[in-house]
């Protein structure tokens, strides 16, 4: 069998896109080494854009009661002071999910395992090491050294390296990565308080950017708490990761009787992006294309959009709706990306990182009068995550923002998120004062073997006898962003990334126009 694509690595990154690639109907294969989840937390954060991806593929649900939305971020100066906040969006949410979380990590993945199990064309084998890949002709050939230590070598059309940070398969390959110049040496410190402990903790995450020694607190789902401390000089990463070691370290907040030790790792954090993200029929995802530091908690983020960037191009390139040059598109839109979050992530890294007191003085002074010149005093994340600009997009306005996902309601009187109605397709959602029967009928038409969905606002509550088109918007955020674009349509992609605008029926069927021709380049 020639599998469409074979899936390297079953971490969060890899299982998403074994999800995504059963979501759309791909043939495919998904190895792992490790024969079961790792036990432990590791990533602790993600956001909107994940859990928007993680509901397209059923999971939402599953997973609520091991998420949490993230808390505001307060960072410290020296005398404890404030310097710096970084809070959270309100609602109504742009995206239709609390724009960020905190999650357990070993549940999450087992889910996203377990979800897999419903797509009949996703394989999982575990226990299987990869030993080499070669491509020739079009397609790869992949060496698997199974758990019983038989060899067995499997075709594909893609191979999609998910191996991790140390990436078996990019170092075979010795494929080089920028150096962001970022590498610091890093504690992760996970506890479980025990029943009625932690009163005294911070409620909220907490930066304290101390010369003496920066940390971290993060208020995790139910009992977990997570510290992270900067390693100094001099000191044994395996020495301060002992349990005494530990003990003195969070003795500042909590008696070492209080909680239990989950885990416990020495990192260096890096800033590092891989400088060609494909290889032949190979395409690099998450840790094996990017190391991002977790001061914004996108390490994992930026591997699930990897995934999300990917799969739906590949389902269109095997179904013979676009050219492969779409998958081209791929490090064009995500380098770029990566390397300004990375690049924002480092920054507040290097801010939180100070050693030097005069510095850190300067510091101080300088976020301090930041903090009092906004009017509401606070900042969010969401402005510092980046949209495209530029790959498969229009040059429309609004080109390369995330599409807006209100809670709509439909003809049968269904309220729900608009992509549990849409699911993940091309979508071309028109304004209320923007009916045209010729224009749906001809985009329909051109559009025929796409898989695109219709999506009309009307302003009264459609009923039984309307279209299975027309949805009611319930919360404004969409209609906010159309005025806020000054368009009357929008035309996006599966990854939920607007390809372009448009403000009248003419625009409209043109903007159609140059996504079908832009398929076919």
Known sequence: MVYDLIIVGMGPVGATAANL????????????????IYENPRAMGLDHEVMRSFDNIGLADAIASHVMPYRASLYLGGNARLIKRIETAKPPYLLGWSPNYVFSQPPVERALRKRIDDFATVKV??????LGIEQAHGLSKVQVRDRHGVEHTHSSHYVLACDGGTSPIRTRLQLPMDDLAFNEPW???DVMLKDGAGEQLPSTNVQYCEVERPCTFVVGPGRHRRWEFMINPGESPAEIARPESIQRLISRWLPADSYTIWRASSYRFHALILQRWRHEQTFFLGDAAHMTPPFLAQGMCQGIRDAMNLIWKIALVRRQLAQPALLDSYQRERAPHVRRTTEVAKTFGQTICERDVQRAAERDARLEQQLLARPDGIMTRQALIPGLDSGFID?????????????????????????????QSLRLVLAADLVDPDLLEHVRGVCAQLPLRIVQLVEAAPSVSDSADDYQEQDGVMAAWMHQYDCKAVLARPDHYVYGTAVSSVQTLALVHRLLAALDS
């Open 21 to 36: 690639a059963g979501l759309w109907g791909l043939n495919a294969l998904a190895l792992d080494k490790a024969e079961d």
């Open 125 to 130: 084998e575990l226990g299987c090491e990869v």
């Open 187 to 189: 504690l992760v410190v």
């Open 395 to 423: 040059t429309s306005p609004g080109a390369g923002e995330l599409l807006p996902q209100p809670r709509v309601r439909n003809h049968s009187g269904a309220t729900e998120l608009l992509d549990r109605f849409t699911g």
